[in-house]
């Protein structure tokens, strides 16, 4: 029995509007989408429907965690992408979905994070495996966030849930380790 492969340099959006839609990405070897049975397990975590959230997708990639979003009802997702080619196919599968909610930003996560003053939600943070990223940006997200707000972190290491958040979740597929936080109150 061969065993079926998902077309390369795509990913199928799971659920909400866009469901099934495939979500098109160049071929960069930094990029790794999230794996559609940790992206459902997410999604269950956060409550299948995003309506009216507002999120940031820091390190956005392929899209399928932003894109999942706004499928599934978010009003508002910030990509951040610091790979120009990577960035313009994000604004492409924005067009093609028609996604008036996406807002894809050319530039470096955690420069971003240190400058703009918005709040966020849901926040998703899958940076390269192969950095230290995941836990400096969750180090800078604090007063990023709204009340009740969560970040999902997917890593290769465990991320520590130090200092300003307590993890609600977390688990392991494969290599992938993926966490969801929220701000600890005093």
């Known amino acids: 029995m061969t065993a079926v492969r ?14 099934s839609r495939l979500v098109k990405f160049p071929p960069t070897l930094e990029l790794r989408p999230t794996p559609d049975r940790v992206r459902e397990t997410l999604f269950n975590w956060l409550g299948q429907r995003l309506d009216g959230c507002a999120c940031l997708d820091l390190f956005a990639g392929s899209g399928a965690l932003g894109f999942e979003a706004l499928s599934r009802g978010a009003a508002r997702v910030v990509m951040v992408e610091r790979d120009r080619e990577v ?25 971003w994070l240190r400058t703009n003053t918005e709040r966020f939600d849901v926040v998703f943070l899958d940076p390269p495996f192969a950095s230290d990223l995941a836990q ?25 849930a130090a200092g300003a958040w307590r993890a609600l979740r977390e688990d392991r597929a494969g290599t992938v380790r993926y966490a969801l936080f929220e701000l600890a109150t005093p």
């Open 136 to 160: 400096r940006a969750l180090d800078l997200l604090a007063p990023h966030m709204a009340a009740g707000g969560r970040v999902y972190v997917e890593s290769a290491e465990p991320v520590a």
């Open 6 to 19: 998902r077309p390369a340099n795509r990913v199928r959006i799971i659920g909400g509007t866009w469901r």
């Open 87 to 111: 960035a313009q196919a994000l604004r492409a599968s924005a067009r093609e979905l028609g996604a008036t909610g996406a807002h894809i930003v050319h530039g470096d996560g955690l420069a």
